[in-house]
Structure formats: structure tokens, C-alpha cells
């Protein structure tokens, strides 16, 4: 459970005892928002609201000892109670019923922030890394070869017909993407058995078109379950 404290320019969050700076460069505190974004905010505790007690306040609110003394020495002159006026709206203002006591506040808005943050970026990388994944060619199909016409040169040359410069361009055919044969489907594999020395061959699925299916799965309920938030993101 993460305890937040209040200081004069932000928060310090505190773990068993440990202070962490609100400073996004430091570790601790990149764990503490992935935390936050993984669990919930709910592992965080507000800040200490200190509210104070009759007393405390009172203390506060009285005017300074010397007008005080003033105020004694005019009610004095003029036959007035402003002194005992004042102080006793002061008493009326705080009664003693105020005991005062600490009770916990509200978790500062820049923590989800943060923790959405976090959990935005990490979703889009996630989903730019299986969007690269399904775009390899699929193990058991192979890749055939792509040939694609390019130029290779131009030459500009007087056209006397048409009055003008004429640009002729030599194309050649160029192999773009090279074919790749498509993976067997199974693959043989040989045991011996140690003690008589005998060998078995059995046939399994290859296990690199496994691992490939398997990553493809994988990249695609990634990319099905992103938000479209993200995905409009990439735009």
C-alpha cells in the first residue's frame, strides 16, 4: 500500500518506510505509477488532512499580546468592552467541541493521469510490436519472389515532331523480395535408449511452425484487443 505525503512543493509517496520523490526520472517512482496502473488505484492512500482542535485555532485567530493590551487600555478610557467583545467572539468562533484529529484526503487527480499515461504508451507499444510481428511471412507458406520493373536510367532527347524535350526513362526487372520455401509441416526426430542402445523415430509438428503459429495468435489478440484510441493515435 502506498502512502502519499504532502510537502510544500508536491508529494512524496512512501512504501515500507521508503520516501519516493514525485519525480518522473526516478525509478522508484516509474514503479510506483506502473503499479498504480496495473493494480489500481485503490493501492494508494491520500494524504494526512491535520485538522486542528479549538485551541490551536483560537490561538491562531487572538490579536497579538500587545493590542490586546491596547484594546484594555481604550476600554479603560472610553468606558467600552472591546477587548472582552473580541476575545469572546473568538471563543464563540472555535468552541470547544472542536477537537480536531486527522482523517485521510482524496488521491490527487495527477495519479491516474499518470497511470493512464503510463498504461497508453505501453499498449501502443505493444500494439506497433504485433502489428511488425504478423507482417513476417507465415513459416508454413513461405514467400514467394517479387520482381518489379525500376529505373534504372533517363535521358532527355529532342523531339522534333512535337517541338520538345522528351525525358526516356530504361527500365530493368529487379528481384524486390526473394522467395523463401515454405517449412515441412512435421520434422523427424531420433531418441536412443541408453540401455539397448536401440533408436526410435517419431514425427512431430515442426516446432518452429509451432512457436510461429503460436506468436501470430499471440500478435493478433493483441492487435483485436487495443483500443481504437490507441490504433487513432498511430493516424
Do not use: C
Request: aromatic share 8%.
Amino acid at each position: 500500500m502506498y502512502k502519499l505525503q504532502q510537502t510544500k512543493e508536491n508529494f512524496v509517496i512512501i512504501l515500507n518506510n521508503i520516501f519516493i520523490p514525485q519525480d518522473s526520472a526516478n525509478s522508484d517512482y516509474q514503479k510506483f505509477i506502473q503499479d498504480v496502473a496495473e493494480n489500481g488505484i485503490e493501492i494508494v492512500e491520500g494524504p494526512d488532512i491535520i485538522e486542528p482542535d479549538y485551541a490551536t485555532l483560537r490561538q491562531t485567530a487572538y490579536p497579538s499580546r500587545e493590542d490586546q493590551l491596547d484594546m484594555m487600555y481604550w476600554d479603560r478610557v472610553n468606558g467600552t468592552n472591546v477587548w472582552e467583545e473580541t476575545i469572546q467572539g473568538i471563543k464563540d468562533q472555535y468552541p470547544k467541541t472542536i477537537t480536531g484529529g486527522t482523517t485521510i484526503g482524496p488521491v490527487p487527480s495527477w495519479v491516474q493521469e499518470a497511470a493512464d499515461n503510463w498504461m497508453f504508451n505501453k499498449q501502443l507499444r505493444e500494439y506497433v510490436a504485433a502489428l511488425e510481428r504478423l507482417e513476417h511471412y507465415i513459416l508454413s507458406e513461405g514467400r514467394p519472389e517479387i520482381r518489379e520493373n525500376v529505373v534504372i536510367s533517363t535521358e532527355e532527347i529532342w523531339n522534333e515532331e512535337t517541338g520538345e524535350i522528351e525525358t526516356i526513362e530504361t527500365t530493368e526487372e529487379v528481384i524486390t523480395q526473394t522467395s523463401i520455401e515454405p517449412l515441412p509441416a512435421t520434422v523427424e526426430t531420433t531418441e536412443t535408449n541408453i540401455e539397448t542402445g536401440e533408436t526410435t523415430t517419431t514425427t512431430i509438428p515442426n516446432p518452429a511452425i509451432v512457436q510461429d503459429e503460436a506468436e501470430r495468435t499471440a500478435a493478433q489478440e493483441v492487435v483485436d484487443s487495443t483500443p481504437q484510441a490507441i490504433i487513432d493515435s498511430l493516424s
